[in-house]
Nanobody, 129 residues
Framework: QVQLEDSGGGSVQTGGSLRLSCTVTRPTGRNVCLGWFRQIKGNPEAREKIAVTDSDDPDGSTFYKASVEGRFTISFDHSESKLYLKINDVEPEDTGTYVC??????????????????WGQGTRVTVSS
């Protein structure tokens, strides 16, 4: 019921900025919990939660991993039906493959990875020193 296509990855120098995009196709009138994940090094099948937001309740349901809060911004543009992840003041530790995800139901920072039933292909971010 949901299709995702992420893009926007690339190479950026430390201190720079980057914006990732994820085109979201969802059922009309149905809320979805949207999130950005990053693949864990050494374990390509494992992913860590970076940020989540509700497609229709961003003010009350937008959360971040503690280490990225203040630099990362997740947002959903309804007119474009696109999920964004803006990364400011990029650090080498931000390097990795980012993938967008979606699922139905309650949206919070505690939402389990397995509860996101739909995933994008992943987009690579490389930060140089």
């Amino acid at each position: 019921q949901v299709q995702l296509e992420d893009s926007g990855g690339g190479s950026v120098q430390t201190g720079g900025s980057l914006r990732l995009s994820c085109t979201v196709t969802r059922p009309t009138g149905r809320n979805v919990c949207l999130g950005w994940f990053r693949q864990i090094k050494g374990n390509p099948e494992a992913r860590e939660k970076i940020a989540v937001t509700d497609s229709d309740d961003p003010d009350g349901s937008t959360f971040y991993k503690a280490s990225v809060e203040g630099r990362f911004t997740i947002s959903f543009d309804h007119s474009e039906s696109k999920l964004y992840l803006k990364i400011n003041d990029v650090e080498p530790e931000d390097t990795g493959t980012y993938v967008c995800a979606a699922g139905f139901g309650y949206c919070s920072i505690d939402r389990a990875l397995d509860d996101f039933g739909y995933w994008g292909q992943g987009t690579r971010v490389t930060v140089s020193s």
